[in-house]
Nanobody
């Protein structure tokens, strides 16, 4: 049974930093592309960043380029999202997902976590 679990969310002031983590079990981690998505109340889920299998190419939404960094540790089956210079508009539920292709498109991904809340105060 595949399980994906996010952690690391919280409340932070604008300009601050957070690091999200995502652990995946029940699958061969290196066989999957991994992605971070977010969804704010009343808005559609949007792609934030993704990384190809085996830690290859990375992709970012324009809104987070230069501020967020995605990485993966295959030895720990863990995905990370380092978020710096946070803005109030980054406030959302953040989800981790595993799928066959590294795309910033939710429907590509097969397995999803329950999400972790990130709130950025102004």
């Amino acid at each position: 049974q595949v399980q994906v679990m996010e952690s690391g969310g919280g409340l932070v002031q604008a300009g601050g930093s957070l690091r999200l983590s995502c652990t995946a079990s029940g699958l061969t981690f290196d066989d999957y592309a991994m992605g971070w998505f977010r969804q704010a109340p009343g808005k559609e889920r949007e792609g934030v960043s993704c990384i190809r299998w085996m830690g290859g190419s990375t992709y970012y939404a324009d809104s987070v380029k230069g501020r967020f960094t995605i990485s993966r540790d295959s030895a720990k089956n863990t995905l990370y999202l380092q978020m710096n210079s946070l803005k109030p508009e980054d406030t959302a539920m953040y989800y981790c997902a595993a799928g066959p292709f590294a795309r910033l498109i939710p429907r590509v991904y097969n397995y999803w976590g329950q999400g972790t809340q990130v709130t950025v105060s102004s």
